[in-house]
């Protein structure tokens, strides 16, 4: 696997905070990373194949570390967290986001894609869990954000296969959040609603308005907005762990 070698990581003092982010070069994770470095946290920015991406996030802010980082790949989730500690010393925090989705009725859509959904979003995000959790013990304020879905709460008809998987997050989180709470690692979930990303603008206008009816704050979300409930339950919410902090404009209601 190709690494980007940082030789000079940035100078953010003994104490600034350590968080690897998935899914980071884009979308709701590039919006995280923005704010965590804004904030002054040396930030892994993982990327699959926005390499260019990651990397134009690093020269806009000092601390960001472009990542490679393959979803449900066991060795990619050891590397990320591997070269975060040693290019940074330590890790203190990771933010869960990557993930993938495939829409289909459970009869319609094909089974392997169906186990493909579940495999990559629940199986991924335990392997980077799990890579990351001997470090995270070390820190004084170890944490995990993981990013589900109000889907994984409600359901949704064609979304059976992300649905299960986001619900699976779910209870991943709450389960670790119980066995980890004795080491000092906080887990909590962040459940967004609809978000205005490049995933969602292929969402026809006709059915993006009938989805905005249904919400009770009338739009569709924001990526900062998301980046911002992510950035409040990683870095400042050192009471809460086993949370769900759920945006969506009372989508779910």
């Not at 003994?14 to 994770?29: F, K, N, W």
């Not at 980082?69 to 989730?77: C, F, P, T």
Request: aromatic share 4%.
């Amino acid at each position: 696997m190709v690494s980007d070698v940082v030789k000079d990581p940035p100078e953010f003092g003994p104490s600034a905070r350590v968080v690897l982010v998935t899914g980071g070069s884009q979308g709701i994770g590039a919006a995280v990373v923005r704010r965590l470095a804004a904030r002054g946290v040396v930030v892994g920015c993982g990327y699959a194949t926005s390499r260019a991406a990651a990397k134009a996030l690093a020269d806009e802010h000092p601390g960001v570390v472009p990542v490679p980082y393959s979803l449900g790949d066991d060795a990619s989730a050891q590397a990320a967290v591997e070269q975060m500690v040693s290019t940074s010393g330590r890790l203190d925090a990771v933010i869960a986001n990557a993930g993938t989705w495939a829409g289909g009725r459970l009869e319609t859509l094909d089974p392997e894609e169906w186990s493909r959904v579940v495999r990559m979003n629940v199986e991924g995000t335990a392997q980077l869990c799990r890579a990351a959790l001997p470090h995270l013990r070390s820190s004084t304020d170890g944490a995990v954000t993981i990013v589900s879905s109000v889907i994984g709460q409600m359901g949704g008809p064609g979304d059976t296969a992300y649905a299960t998987a986001k619900a699976g997050l779910i209870g991943l989180a709450k389960s670790l959040a119980k066995e980890e709470a004795r080491n000092g690692i906080r887990v909590n979930v962040v459940a967004p609603g609809m978000v205005a990303t490049a995933m969602t603008a292929q969402v026809s206008d006709e059915s993006r308005a009938a989805i905005s009816r249904s919400i009770l704050l009338g739009r569709f979300g924001t990526t900062e907005e998301v980046a911002s409930a992510v950035e409040y339950l990683s870095e400042d919410a050192t009471y809460c762990t086993g949370s769900i902090l759920t945006v969506d404009g009372g989508w779910s209601l």
